[in-house]
């Protein structure tokens, strides 16, 4: 089979991973690249070997014959980038979050929709080799129906010196982090009906928040707390470990530090070590992330070739974002917010 051409647009920080991430998928080719930034284009460029460059995203679309093209900017430039490429009938991968607001969100899946062209968000947290491993103790039965989960990630990484323009924006952790580990708990409990949140800003270089702590009711019966912070030092620094707490009406799932899974149940426990590969372009502790990117994009590959749906495309990720800004609303107005407010 010819191989699926694809182009990147945005060479920065996290890029990098992507293109590598493609680069092991034998039937994915990534032909083209574009980028404002010169020496950032030459310098990814140069690295992958990708001759064909571009400065600008509608000369790309227009000059190429693609089968995909992946969105890697920040999120105030993604509504242009989808929509220019949906009016070209070309399937999309856009990074998270998907847009600035639930409007804008709506308005680039209804595009593709529109278009008929597939729309994937590369939320990659819920393809983490140690979630996936939680799940499937869920799904196997092995504590009975869940009635309670915790998903945590506090850390006191600097998350600043690679990627500055996090610290710009009055919005940080729920939109940066926590949309990742909301997801996490969709992923695990099914959709949520209610948010509550609260939220705190302890670094004071920073605009945003960077502390955010959410109750989430879910339709499933589940009660989900998530919990996310970049003010936690700790005396094993665990970045980027995603915790995972799990109670069911026959046991408990706990997904502890380093990858340690335990599944507690009448019979006793059963430990197992859910650590992620290294893969050959990783390296520790990203690999956990790194590893995350890779099943995402194989995800997509087979999902174009097959015809099938995503299993985070854009339809799917409204509902993420919608607890990201159920969760903005709560924290500012101190109360619990239904989902149908911030999704009618």
């Not at 694809?6 to 680069?23: E, K, M, P, S, Y």
């Not at 709506?106 to 819920?126: D, K, S």
């Not at 323009?165 to 099914?190: K, M, N, S, V």
């Not at 408990?252 to 372009?281: K, N, Q």
């Amino acid at each position: 089979m010819a191989r699926l051409k694809g182009a990147l647009i945005g060479c920065g920080f996290f890029a990098v991973n992507q293109l590598h991430a493609w680069r092991m998928i034998d039937a994915v080719e990534i032909v083209a690249i574009c980028d404002r930034d010169p020496a950032r284009l030459a310098a990814v460029g140069d690295s992958f070997g990708i001759a064909r460059r571009y400065a600008d995203a509608a000369a790309l679309l227009s000059a190429e014959r693609l089968d995909f093209v992946d969105v890697a900017t920040t999120v105030a430039s993604h509504r242009a980038l989808v929509e220019m490429a949906a009016a070209a009938r070309i399937p999309v991968i856009c990074q998270k979050p998907i847009a600035p607001t639930y409007a804008d969100a709506r308005a680039m899946v209804e595009a593709c929709e529109a278009a008929g062209v597939p729309l994937m968000i590369h939320e990659n947290f819920r393809w983490q080799s140690p979630i996936r491993a939680v799940r499937a103790a869920i799904d196997a039965g092995r504590i009975g129906t869940p009635f309670f989960g915790r998903v945590s990630f506090r850390s006191a990484y600097d998350v600043f010196a690679g990627q500055p323009y996090l610290a710009e924006g009055e919005r940080f952790i729920i939109e940066d982090l926590g949309i990742h580990i909301l997801d996490i708990a969709r992923y695990l409990f099914g959709d949520a009906t209610s948010v509550t949140a609260r939220t705190r800003r302890i670094n004071p270089r920073i605009r945003g928040e960077d502390v955010a702590t959410m109750l989430l009711d879910h339709a499933s019966g589940v009660t989900s707390v998530v919990d996310c912070s970049y003010a936690s030092r700790l005396e094993e620094e665990l970045f980027p470990q995603t915790l995972v707490e799990v109670d069911g009406s026959a046991g408990t799932i706990r997904l502890e530090r380093d990858y340690r899974l335990v599944v507690t149940t009448a019979d006793g426990s059963t430990v197992t070590d859910a650590a992620p590969p290294v893969l050959p372009f990783a390296a520790k502790p990203w690999h956990v992330i790194q590893e995350s990117v890779y099943r995402i994009e194989a995800h997509w590959a087979d999902c174009l070739a097959s015809g099938r749906e995503p299993d985070t495309s854009g339809r799917d990720n409204l509902k993420t974002f919608a607890l990201v800004e159920a969760a903005y609303l709560g924290a500012r107005t101190g109360r619990p917010v239904a989902l149908s407010e911030v999704t009618a």
